[in-house]
């Protein structure tokens, strides 16, 4: 995803700590660096016969994985997303409940909770809008990818998974003339070469009332953290209910118009309240996520302390003259999921 | 547990309702969404008859996910309701009492809502399959070829949602905004 031109700016952007540190050679070590209070995100997954020749990922052999193997991680992870809400949005929820006093609140939180229970007892999808399942994919360059091509695999993966899931078709082939191509295809995809010999999927099963509130805005760099802060908080406001609150805000800043979009969305992929690793977008974050829970807003727009479980910024390097921020914008549902082949 | 209320829902049963209420409904309604909603207008401007008499009659915002075999209905919780707003006016004006959904409305929708003394309901949104279990019955009954976003007919039983706008012009959202601020 990060761009090689990035990397420098990035490393600039690491924590007085990381400095002393010899300057990483990969993605992965940076990414270690930077999350290096995150295991999950680098957590692999046991017992799939995967042999490393060698602690540096660099000096990693070649690998073949086949599509069915994607297709079928694909499949899976679109059945989960749906019928299981993710740990660390439970216990977020369920934090939430307890700090709420007015009844109407705390219902409308205990009522998302009863709500995963249903779901994930009877495999029925949490809501109906099952979501565009948008892919992150970071590929290894010593994988080769065998028996097709990845765009099918994914495509055919999350055919059989909304299909065998029961779960709603909600993509359009054509913008301008509607319709419905009936099996929840094409994914988005975002594909990243980093090191090593690893195929690391990510799925967000992105929900249109809540993308539908999402903004983008090009700032100037005079406009500074309090132009960021007043937009972010802004679009949340102008939200309010639409977006099925309590949401989460991922937020790009930086980049180029497209990539601040970009970085929105990624911001969303990482486990619910894991603040940035640097210490002024961990600041930025708690300042922004207080503001918004000040609206007043509350889950489900009835009014409460809780309009947002978490805010997310990614930032990334940018010209010197702008400063892009996006904010995509995420229901309560907050259906992630991950994988590593 | 909510005042409950029948449907369909009686011009008396409507004065009653106050905005921020918590209500059950048990009853029929239909269902429509964009091109369900959209389609309808477009008939009504070319002077053809509906598929479905709204008279009386509440309109869910949903695009329920598939029915497992068994099943009434697959998950099925409110759309966003203000991509229906332009549609709204003239379906209130053909004796629609209402709708259920979520978020905001805009001030024609409201204003429309109070002159024929309807009522928008809020269920909680991404509660789908808690809400399925409060719907008794679901078939379709028009345009099927928009899959999800055709037109079912849904027997509701004890269906929680929260009085939004009622018919006098009370509004939760504006009461919430009013008191952030």
New interface residues.
């Given amino acids: 995803m990060t761009p090689q031109g990035t990397l420098a700016a990035e490393r600039a952007l690491l924590p007085e700590s990381g400095r002393g540190l010899p300057p990483p050679k990969t993605l992965r070590e940076l990414l270690g660096l930077l999350f290096g209070s995150a295991p999950v995100l680098w957590r692999c997954d046991k017992g799939n016969g995967t042999e490393r020749s060698g602690k540096q990922s660099t000096e990693t052999k070649m690998r073949t994985i086949h599509v069915n193997r994607i297709r079928d991680s694909v499949a899976a992870m679109c059945k989960r997303a749906n019928f299981e809400l993710s740990a660390d949005m439970r216990v977020a929820l369920r934090t939430a409940a307890e700090l709420e006093t007015a009844p109407l609140a705390r219902n409308t939180l205990l009522r998302i909770l009863q709500n995963a229970d249903v779901a994930q007892a009877r495999e029925l999808p949490m809501c109906q809008d099952t979501g565009l399942a948008v892919l992150f994919v970071e590929i290894g360059q010593e994988v080769r990818i065998t028996g097709g091509t990845l765009r099918d695999a994914i495509d055919e993966g999350v055919r059989q998974g909304y299909t065998e899931g029961y779960l709603r078709a909600s993509v359009s082939a054509d913008p301008i003339r509607r319709g419905n191509t009936g099996d929840n295809t094409p994914a988005v995809i975002h594909t990243e070469v980093v090191a090593g010999n690893r195929l690391r999927l990510q799925m967000l099963a992105k929900g249109g009332g809540c993308e539908n509130m999402s903004r983008f805005k090009m700032l100037t760099p005079a406009d500074g953290r309090e132009g960021i802060t007043n937009f972010v908080v802004e679009t949340a406001t102008l939200a309010g209910p639409n977006a099925c609150p309590p949401i989460v805000v991922g937020v790009g800043i930086g980049g180029t118009f497209e990539y601040s979009a970009l970085l929105s969305k990624k911001s969303l992929l990482r486990p619910i309240g894991q603040r940035s690793s640097l210490a002024h977008v961990a600041a930025l974050e708690d300042e922004i996520l207080a503001k918004i829970n000040a609206s007043g807003i509350g889950p489900q727009g009835y009014g409460g302390k809780t309009t947002s479980l978490a805010v997310h910024i990614e930032a990334g390097a940018c010209h010197v003259a702008s400063l892009p921020v996006s904010v995509n914008i995420e229901c309560h549902a907050h259906r992630h999921q991950e994988t590593i082949l | 547990m909510g005042l409950q209320v029948e449907l369909p829902l009686t011009p008396e049963a409507a004065r009653q309702l106050h905005a921020?209420d918590?209500v059950e409904l048990s009853g029929s309604v239909y269902t429509g969404r964009d091109?369900a909603c959209a389609r309808m207008v477009q008939m009504l401007q070319h002077g053809a008859t509906l598929p479905v008499d709204l008279a009386g009659q509440l309109i869910y915002f949903?695009?329920?996910?598939?029915?497992?075999p068994g099943q009434v209905v697959?998950?099925?919780?409110p759309?966003?309701s203000?991509r229906m707003n332009r549609y709204m006016p003239a379906l209130l004006e053909r004796g629609l009492r209402g709708f259920i959904g979520?978020?905001?409305l805009d001030r024609m929708v409201k204003e429309t809502l109070v002159r024929y003394r309807g009522v928008y309901f809020?269920a909680?949104?991404?509660?789908?399959?808690?809400?399925?279990?409060s719907i008794e019955e679901a078939k379709v009954i028009a345009f099927p070829e928009?899959?999800?976003?055709a037109i079912h007919q849904m027997k509701l039983s004890q269906f929680?949602v929260?009085v939004l706008n009622d018919s006098h012009g009370g509004d939760?959202?504006a009461?919430?905004?009013a008191?952030?601020t």
């Fill in positions: 921020g918590e091109q949903v695009g329920p996910s598939p029915a497992r697959g998950s099925a919780g759309t966003t203000d979520k978020g905001y809020g909680i949104g991404r509660t789908g399959a808690l809400l399925s279990l928009l899959l999800s976003e929680p929260v939760l959202y009461k919430v905004s008191q952030a």
